[in-house]
Nanobody, 113 residues
Framework: QVQLVESGGGLVQPGESLRLSCAAS?????MGWYRQAPEKQRSLVAT???????NYADSVKGRFTISRDNAKNTVYLQMNSLKPEDTAVYYC??????????WGQGTQVTVSK
């Protein structure tokens, strides 16, 4: 079983920044973040492979940056210029080289005046 420990959510005002982190165990291929707003489906925010290839949702390109520390099996999501529409529960997701996938418990991000 893969253990995921998320941190970094909170309440911020529009235009401010937050950084999420997620520490995992195991031989991990892809690490990423997804989000789910009330009454909406969970959707991709960003992913990064063990080789450093990244993929972003169009809505966050230029504002969010995903990175990872392979030695620590930790993925980060730097979120800048946050907007109210970024409000959601953010979930860490990992895909192991074996194909096994696991989700974190979620961390709330709220962007409000």
């Amino acid at each position: 079983q893969v253990q995921l420990v998320e941190s970094g959510g909170g309440l911020v005002q529009p235009g401010e920044s937050l950084r999420l982190s997620c520490a995992a165990s195991g031989s991990i291929y892809i690490m990423g973040w997804y989000r789910q707003a009330p009454e909406k489906q969970r959707s991709l925010v960003a992913t990064i492979t063990s080789g450093g290839y990244t993929n972003y949702a169009d809505s966050v390109k230029g504002r969010f940056t995903i990175s990872r520390d392979n030695a620590k099996n930790t993925v980060y999501l730097q979120m800048n210029s946050l907007k109210p529409e970024d409000t959601a529960v953010y979930y860490c997701n990992v895909v192991l080289h074996s194909g096994f996938t696991s989700w974190g418990q979620g961390t709330q991000v709220t962007v409000s005046k």
